[in-house]
Nanobody
Framework: QVQLVESGGGLVQAGGSLRISCAASGRTFGTSAMAWFRQAPGKEREFVVSISRSGGSTVYADSVKGRFTISRDNAKNTVALEMKSLKPEDTAVYYC????????????????WGQGTQVTVSS
C-alpha cells in the first residue's frame, strides 16, 4: 500500500513558476514508477509526466515538455514537479500517482492516487 499526499499548489500569474510535491508513505515507494496527472474543470484527467523507479528516466507530455521538471528522492519518499513558464491552460488539479513497475502514460496503470492539489494560473 502507498499513501500519497500532494502539497504546494496555489495561484500564480502566467509566466510564473510553482513547485508541487508529493509525499509517499509505504515501503513500496522505491519499487514504483511515479507520475503526475492533471484534470481541468470539465475535462478528462490527462498525463503530465512520469519518472522511473530510479529517477533515471522520464516521459513528459508534449504540452509541458521544456517547462516542467519532475524529480524524486527515494530516501525521502518524495516526488516533486517544478513548473516554469506557466500558462492559463496549465490550470488544473494536479494528482500524484504510483503503482506500476515501469513508466506509463495511462492513468489505468496507476493503483494509488493522492487527493490532488489545485494549481491556478491567471492571465
Amino acid at each position: 500500500q502507498v499513501q500519497l499526499v500532494e502539497s504546494g499548489g496555489g495561484l500564480v500569474q502566467a509566466g510564473g513558476s510553482l513547485r508541487i510535491s508529493c509525499a509517499a508513505s509505504g515501503r513500496t515507494f522505491g519499487t514504483s514508477a511515479m507520475a503526475w496527472f492533471r484534470q481541468a474543470p470539465g475535462k478528462e484527467r490527462e498525463f503530465v509526466v512520469s519518472i522511473s523507479r530510479s529517477g533515471g528516466s522520464t516521459v513528459y507530455a508534449d504540452s509541458v515538455k521544456g517547462r516542467f521538471t519532475i524529480s524524486r528522492d527515494n530516501a525521502k519518499n518524495t516526488v516533486a514537479l517544478e513548473m516554469k513558464s506557466l500558462k492559463p491552460e496549465d490550470t488544473a488539479v494536479y494528482y500524484c500517482a504510483a503503482g506500476p513497475t515501469y513508466i506509463y502514460a495511462e492513468a489505468r496503470r496507476y493503483d494509488y492516487w493522492g487527493q490532488g492539489t489545485q494549481v491556478t494560473v491567471s492571465s
